[in-house]
């Protein structure tokens, strides 16, 4: 899903309200004051734009009546080959940008306020950690409070039909679902509050000690490079070894975890069911947080440039070189750096569309073509940010957890209204898909400016900073 960010304002916290102009952004390479250097407009205005479109996605996956049959995404399975209409292919895709910006940009956001702490605050390396800990803790809480709304539209269903049957160990007691929804589903919010504890932790500290080195970001574009790789490596051996044996043994996405070692591997590098066909874990933390190193090191370039439009010309021509790679992989790569699709020739026999089926990547987990597209293009869309998206959505940045929690429930228990009072499962339009995600966006604009300003009247050590 995506998932998993968001959704990590760590930045938040450091900045003062003063706002720099479109061509600046004033972060001192060596704060020598307790002045706060000026947050960054263009990454909330960026992060605002990927949570809008990650709303979008979200209020028709629990609002739609799709068409078609929905199957896999990910690296096993039936590819979903969106009945080779490019409308229901785009619709979905287009959020595939939404879980790579969240996992850079924490990493940003990580180094700057690590470097707004250790420079300008005095904190040690133990107080920095403690943080990071609260925060992923935090992470992980809201992981378990946002699968609700995607079961309440059943629920609802169980009390007006009684015919809906779950092949689950949790059968159709209601409350027994509501349980379900708390340990059964791992999506993005888990792997980036995992990430989060990790990187913050233990990562950051490596890329502060060759905070000096000339060219960083190309460090971190290495180790992410490296993580993509060797993820792709053994989900590749996985799938290689299920055609060789024509069956579907462990861990392929179907299959149970039989213990803790499994429940470790589902966590870490193969993502699949959990305890039954209802429970998944979608997110591992190997490779996405290959991203979130990249983006630590990008922090560093954001943190020491005081002029924009270099940092911008940076932005665009690392993302226009992932775009490049990612053509080079795609084309001539086969397995490597592919997991599904095109490259692995998965629809030589239906008649997929053959422009579809090359822009058709796994997600779950990613590959390595699937991160340079999708990251390339967020690099792009970051560097326009200030200039070419509309300041508005600077409100829905800054309080991307919030933003996060509220279009959950709102979606879900609209999806308990619409069975309620009409009787159906879900809308056939997509237009009517639009205006909803349309007027929430409204409705949770004046909500967002309040709690920011909520947020902002609490003390620094109060709970609410950290949502």
């Not at 619709?91 to 996992?103: E, K, L, N, Y």
């Amino acid at each position: 899903m995506s998932s998993e960010g968001l959704l990590t304002t760590i930045q938040d916290e450091s900045p003062t309200n003063q706002q720099p102009t479109n061509e600046q952004i004033e972060l001192p390479n060596q704060p020598t004051t307790n002045q706060q250097p000026n947050r960054n407009i263009n990454i909330d205005v960026f992060r605002g734009f990927i949570m809008i479109i990650m709303a979008w996605d979200h209020c028709k996956d629990i609002l739609w009546n799709k068409p078609y049959k929905s199957n896999s995404q990910g690296w096993d399975g039936v590819q979903d080959n969106f009945n080779n209409n490019f409308i229901y292919f785009f619709v979905r895709i287009i959020s595939h940008i939404c879980a790579p910006g969240f996992f850079f940009t924490m990493g940003i956001t990580i180094t700057l306020f690590s470097l707004n702490r250790y420079d300008i605050k005095k904190w040690d390396s133990k107080k920095i950690s403690l943080y990071y800990l609260k925060r992923g803790m935090i992470l992980l809480l809201v992981g378990r409070l946002v699968d609700g709304p995607f079961i309440i539209g059943d629920i609802t269903d169980i009390y007006l039909h009684h015919n809906i049957t779950y092949n689950s160990r949790m059968g159709t007691n209601i409350n027994k679902l509501w349980i379900y929804t708390f340990i059964g589903i791992f999506e993005v919010m888990t792997c980036l509050g995992l990430c989060m504890l990790i990187s913050g932790i233990f990562i950051f500290k490596f890329f502060y000690n060759i905070r000096n080195y000339k060219y960083l970001e190309y460090i971190g574009f290495l180790c992410m490079f490296f993580i993509f790789i060797c993820s792709n490596i053994i989900i590749v051996y996985y799938q290689n070894l299920a055609d060789i044996n024509e069956t579907k043994p462990w861990p392929r996405d179907s299959i149970y975890i039989r213990n803790i070692g499994d429940f470790l591997l589902r966590i870490f590098f193969i993502n699949g069911a959990f305890w039954d066909e209802k429970s998944h874990i979608s997110y591992p933390v190997i490779p996405w947080i290959g991203i979130t190193i990249y983006g630590i090191s990008y922090g560093f370039l954001f943190y020491k440039n005081n002029n924009q439009k270099i940092l911008n010309m940076k932005l665009k021509l690392n993302g226009i070189l992932l775009l490049f790679f990612f053509f080079i992989i795609r084309s001539f790569g086969n397995s490597f750096g592919n997991l599904r699709g095109w490259s692995r020739k998965d629809h030589k026999l239906d008649g997929t569309n053959q422009l579809l089926e090359y822009f058709n990547m796994s997600k779950y987990p990613p590959s390595t073509s699937y991160c340079f597209f999708y990251l390339g293009i967020n690099l792009i869309i970051l560097s326009y940010a200030k200039r070419s998206l509309p300041n508005f959505l600077i409100i829905y940045g800054k309080v991307p957890l919030f933003f996060y929690i509220l279009h959950f429930w709102f979606f879900g228990i609209t999806s308990c209204i619409i069975r309620l009072l009409f009787n159906i499962q879900g809308f056939s339009s997509l237009f009517i898909i639009f205006i909803i995600w349309i007027f929430s966006l409204f409705l949770f604009y004046p909500l967002c400016i309040k709690y920011n300003q909520f947020k902002k009247d609490q003390i620094s050590t109060s709970f609410w900073k950290f949502i």
